[in-house]
């Protein structure tokens, strides 16, 4: 059985539901040749974390009608602010 679908806040515009987050978090390591032939590494940079989203918008939500409110003009409201 999947997770069940909940309601979400991006960045203050709320969504209707959130169906799938991943995050990942990657680093660079420089290597260096020496003269014996060997490589080595003094640091570790960190890349941005990243965030995927998968989110549900509807103009008539059926689940967080009461949290969200609906009608006409919701989804042109949260496309022109993305």
């Known amino acids: ?3 069940a679908l909940r309601p ?3 960045a203050g515009i709320e969504f ?4 799938n987050e991943s995050r990942s978090l990657t ?3 420089p290597e260096y040749p020496i003269e014996t ?3 080595v590494s003094d640091s570790i ?8 989203m998968t989110l549900f918008l ?5 689940s967080w009608r009461r949290r969200s409110g609906g009608g006409q003009g919701k989804m042109q409201y949260v496309i022109d602010r993305l």
């Open 1 to 3: 059985m999947g997770k």
């Open 8 to 10: 979400v806040s991006v």
């Open 16 to 19: 209707d539901a959130l169906i």
């Open 27 to 29: 680093a660079d390591t």
């Open 37 to 39: 032939g060997f490589v």
């Open 45 to 52: 940079i960190l890349k941005p974390q990243v965030l995927s």
């Open 58 to 62: 509807t103009d008539t939500p059926i």
